[in-house]
Nanobody
Framework: QLQLVESGGGLVQAGGSLRLSCTPS????????MGWFRQAPGKEREFVAA??????????LDADSMKGRFTISRDTAKNTVYLQMNRLKPEDTAVYYC???????????????????WGQGTQVTVSS
């Protein structure tokens, strides 16, 4: 059973930055997809960004308020995926979840249904 350990959430003022980290407890493979989603109170869980373990292609939604402010990356040596969030806004307040599809063979990387494993979530609160 794979576990995803998240860290890096917290309280920040609008315009500030945070970096979230996610470390899988088990082995990943070249076909692993790692994603970040978020869920605000009363709203559905939404896609933030995704990356494949090798060669590190990234996925964002084009018409998205997060594009250009959020960046996903991975450090294969540390077995860790990061979400760098800049110019944060109050509407970015949510619980952020790391997710993994260990052997990605299909399905949309933008869909929660694609992912097999989920982290416990880390709270990000942006004050105005």
């Amino acid at each position: 059973q794979l576990q995803l350990v998240e860290s890096g959430g917290g309280l920040v003022q609008a315009g500030g930055s945070l970096r979230l980290s996610c470390t899988p407890s088990g082995r990943t493979s070249s076909t692993t997809i790692m994603g970040w989603f978020r869920q605000a109170p009363g709203k559905e869980r939404e896609f933030v960004a995704a990356i494949n373990w090798s060669p590190g292609n990234t996925y964002y939604l084009d018409a998205d308020s997060m594009k250009g402010r959020f960046t996903i990356s991975r450090d294969t040596a540390k077995n860790t995926v990061y979400l760098q969030m800049n110019r944060l806004k109050p509407e970015d307040t949510a619980v952020y979840y790391c997710a993994a599809d260990i052997n990605h063979g299909g399905g949309s990387v933008y869909s929660t249904r694609t992912y097999d494993y989920w982290g416990q979530g880390t709270q990000v609160t942006v004050s105005s």
